[in-house]
RNA sequence: GCUCGUGUGGUGUAGUACGGUCCAUCAUUCCGGGUUUUCAUCCCGGCGACCCGGGUUCAAAUCCCGGCACGAGCACCA
C-alpha cells in the first residue's frame, strides 16, 4: 500500500497514529557551544602555545574555546607552555609572563593550573625510560634522511631489535651528553607497516645542547611535542583536547603511546584553520624580526596582530570571547574578515564610548548670525548618564573638514548655516530640511591631537584638533562621523589618540 | 605517492549520530525603507545556500556508493 499510495496517504496515515509526529515546527539556532560528551567525570581543558612571544590574534581562539569550555562545564583550564625545543623555536624568558597576561585579559580570569614542561623534565624522563623498559620505545641511531627511507620503505631500522639493555645505555648516552645532537633520537616502537606513515615509530626524544631560558644546561635531551603533550595532558588528568586538525595525526600517534602506557586518551576536538583577511598575517618569529630591526616599537605595535596591540587599540574582550563562541568549533577551513571582529567589536562598545569629534584637515570659517555665547552637547546621544560637554561660541568660527565645504550644510547640534559670499549666516536652530551635518569644533574649546593610525604596514600619524573635552586616558571614544579611537595620553601638554576602528 | 579531514546563501553558523517536525536556523554583509541634529545606534522589509552524479526509500541536507573541489599530516618545530 505505501509503495502505491505516496507520501501524502503515509503522511495522514502517521497523522492518525501519532497527530504530533507531523507537526511542523520552526526551526532554531543552537546557542553558544555544542557541549561536551563525556563529562560525568569533571572536565579539564587546556592551552598549550610556544613562550617564543606574547599572544596572537591566532591564539585568541583556542583561549576563549577551552576556557568557555571550562567554564561552561565547571571545570580546570591548564595553561601549559610547550617549551621542549631550545633551536627551532627558542623560548623567550619575558613571554611566559605577557602570555598570563593576554590569557587573563582575554578570558578575564585566571588560568587554574599553570605548567612548563621545562620543569617537568624528570616527569618526562622517568615515563621515556619506562617506556624503554617495557621494550615499547628505542633508541634510534639512524640520520633523519636514513630513517625517511625505511619510513617510506616499511622497513624497520637496525636498532629496533636492540635489547632493553643496550637501549638503557644509549638513552643514558643521550642524556649526559656523550650522544651529540643528531646521533640519535627515541622512538615510540609502533608499526613499520603501518598504512599512515606519519604513525610509523614516530620519534618521542631528540638531542639538544642548547641552554634552555628556564633551566640553562640541564639537559641535554629534550622530549618532541607528541611525548611531552601526551605525557602531560595524562599528568593534569585533562580530559578535552581541542585541536587543530593538522593535528589529527598527533592523536593517533599518542593514542599508540597510551595503549603502550595502559592510558584512557581524552576525548578530542578538531577545528580548521582560520585565516583572518586584513590582519597583518606575520608568524611570531616575524614580529619579533621586525621589533629587533626597530620597524615596530614593540609586541603592542599598533600595525601587528597581537593580542596586546589590540588591547592597546581598545579592543573589548567580551567582544572577542562571543565572537570566536559564536564561531564555535567545526573541522572546517574558514575566513574571516577582520572588519566581522571589528563588527563585534564596535557593537559592543558603541553603547560605552563617549562621542566627541575630531577634524582631521581643518578649514575655519566664519559665522554671524544669533549665536549663544556657548551650547552644550551631550557625550552620548542615548545615554544621559554619559555627561555633557560645554563648546564655547565666543569667537565665531567653526573649524570644519574641508572636504565638508560646501555652500549649505548644518553644523550638528548647533544651526542651519548658509553661505553668503564666504561668510556663513545662521539659519534655522532646529532640523527644518535634509542637507547634510557636519561635525565641527570651535576654536574656543578644542585642542590638537596626534591621532595614530595603523595602515598595513605604515604608521599614519596625523596632527588633528580635536574637542578640549575632559578625557580619561585609556577610554575609548567615537569620533563623530569617522569611527573609535582609545585615549592614549590625555594631558595638557600631550594628547594622543590611536586608531581603533569604523 | 601514502594517510587523514572538510564541503549548507558573499561571510560565519544551526540542523546531519535516531531520514519525515527543513519548500532549511541565526548572525553579519549587501539592497530598500523608517527613526535619529554622526557616515554611529536602533527598527522594518528584501535578495541569497544543502559540491556533483547515481542508489536505497512512500520520503534524503541527513543513509550508501562513486566522483569532484579544497585543506592538512608524513620534521631530530609547536
Not at 274 to 284: E, L, N, P, R
Not at 336 to 354: G, H, L, P
Not at 469 to 474: Q, V
Request: aromatic share 8%.
Amino acid at each position: 500500500m505505501i509503495h502505491s499510495e505516496g507520501a501524502e496517504s503515509v503522511r495522514s496515515l502517521i497523522e492518525n497514529i501519532d497527530p504530533e509526529a507531523v507537526q511542523r515546527t520552526k526551526q532554531t539556532k543552537r546557542e553558544g557551544l555544542k557541549p561536551l560528551d563525556n563529562i560525568s567525570t569533571g572536565v579539564v581543558l587546556r592551552f598549550a602555545p610556544n613562550p617564543n612571544g606574547p599572544l596572537s590574534i591566532g591564539h585568541a581562539r583556542g583561549v576563549v574555546i577551552n576556557h568557555e569550555y571550562a567554564s561552561m562545564h565547571d571545570g580546570k583550564m591548564v595553561l601549559r607552555f610547550d617549551d621542549t625545543d631550545t633551536i627551532v623555536k627558542p623560548p623567550m624568558k619575558d613571554a611566559y609572563e605577557w602570555i598570563i597576561e593576554d590569557y587573563e585579559w582575554l578570558t578575564g580570569s585566571k588560568p587554574d593550573i599553570v605548567v612548563r614542561a621545562s620543569e617537568r623534565m624528570p616527569v618526562y624522563i622517568r615515563y621515556a625510560e619506562e617506556m624503554i623498559r617495557k621494550s615499547a620505545g628505542y633508541v634510534c641511531e639512524c640520520s633523519a634522511e636514513e630513517f625517511r627511507a625505511l619510513r617510506v620503505s616499511k622497513k624497520a631500522c637496525p636498532h629496533r631489535g636492540r635489547s632493553v639493555e643496550e637501549n638503557i645505555e644509549a638513552w643514558g648516552k643521550m642524556l649526559d651528553g656523550r650522544f651529540s645532537p643528531g646521533d640519535a633520537v627515541v622512538r615510540v616502537l609502533t608499526d613499520m607497516s603501518l598504512p599512515n606513515p606519519a604513525l610509523r615509530d614516530w620519534p618521542a626524544w631528540r638531542i639538544q645542547h642548547e641552554a634552555h631560558p628556564m633551566v640553562g644546561n640541564s639537559y641535554l635531551a629534550w622530549p618532541l611535542l607528541d611525548f611531552q603533550s601526551a605525557i602531560e595532558d595524562h599528568e593534569q588528568g585533562v580530559t578535552h583536547i581541542i585541536r587543530g586538525k593538522d593535528l589529527m595525526d598527533s592523536t593517533r600517534k599518542q593514542k599508540l603511546l597510551y595503549d603502550h602506557l595502559g592510558w584512557k586518551y581524552p576525548e578530542t576536538l578538531y577545528w580548521g584553520r582560520v585565516s583572518i583577511h586584513g590582519s597583518g598575517s606575520f608568524s611570531t618569529s616575524e614580529i619579533r624580526r621586525g621589533i629587533e630591526s626597530k620597524m615596530y616599537s614593540g609586541w603592542d605595535d599598533p600595525r601587528v596582530p597581537t593580542l596586546r596591540s589590540m588591547r592597546r587599540r581598545g579592543f573589548d574582550p567580551v567582544a572577542l570571547r562571543s565572537f570566536w563562541v559564536d564561531m564555535g568549533v567545526t573541522q572546517k577551513d574558514v575566513a574571516v574578515a577582520m572588519e566581522s571582529i571589528e563588527a563585534s567589536n564596535a557593537a559592543s562598545i558603541d553603547s560605552t564610548s563617549r562621542r566627541i569629534s575630531l577634524v582631521s584637515d581643518p578649514m575655519s570659517i566664519a559665522i554671524q548670525g544669533e549665536l549663544p555665547r556657548e551650547i552644550v552637547l551631550p557625550f552620548h546621544p542615548d545615554d544621559e548618564k554619559a555627561g555633557t560637554r560645554e563648546i564655547s561660541l565666543a569667537s565665531g568660527t567653526a573649524i570644519i573638514e574641508k572636504e565638508d565645504l560646501k555652500n549649505s550644510f548644518r553644523l550638528k547640534g548647533l544651526a542651519n548655516v548658509e553661505s553668503v559670499g564666504g561668510i556663513f549666516e545662521i539659519g534655522s536652530v532646529e532640523r527644518d530640511d535634509d542637507r547634510p551635518i557636519i561635525h565641527w569644533l570651535s576654536p574656543d574649546s578644542s585642542v590638537t591631537c596626534e591621532l595614530v593610525m595603523a595602515i598595513g604596514d605604515e604608521l599614519n600619524i596625523m596632527s588633528c584638533l580635536v574637542e578640549d573635552a575632559d578625557l580619561e586616558s585609556g577610554e575609548v571614544v567615537q569620533l563623530e562621523r569617522k569611527g573609535f579611537a582609545r585615549v592614549e595620553k590625555w594631558s595638557p601638554n600631550s594628547r594622543k589618540l590611536l586608531w581603533l576602528h569604523r
